[in-house]
């Protein structure tokens, strides 16, 4: 599985951005995760193809939405709010059977993260 991350960029703080994260074929289990300048890689957002569930880290719940578009394989991570915490390089990973969404141990596949820089 292949996977394509893109949109990320400059914006000021309070601005929005969209990742989208284009698969080469439909996985069970898709995540973002992110990693900031000096710290550890964590998790943002994750879901599975069998539940309308979706899961957010507490830092970016009711500002980040993750949506799914099944016929393009492409999953997407709309940013609102965006503060200079947020600035990371952001991944997106997928995994073909069903895991802990958030364990970043568990996911077999990763792209190349898209860089997101929030300026104060």
């Known amino acids: 599985v292949q996977l394509q991350a893109s949109g990320g960029g400059w914006v000021q703080a309070g601005g929005s951005l969209r990742l989208s994260c284009a698969t080469s074929?439909?996985?069970?289990?898709t995540g973002w995760f992110r990693q900031a300048p000096g710290k550890g890689r964590e998790f943002v957002a994750a879901?599975?193809?069998?539940?309308?569930?979706?899961y957010y880290a507490d830092s970016v719940k009711g500002r980040f939405t993750m949506t799914r578009d099944n016929a393009k394989n492409t999953v997407y991570l709309q940013m609102n709010l965006l503060n200079a915490e947020d600035t990371a390089i952001y991944y997106c990973a997928a995994a073909t059977r069903n895991i802990r969404v958030g364990d970043d141990s568990q996911y077999e596949y990763w792209g190349h993260g898209t860089l997101v820089t929030v300026s104060s």
């Open positions: 074929e439909r996985t069970f289990v």
């Open positions: 879901d599975r193809l069998s539940s309308i569930v979706t």
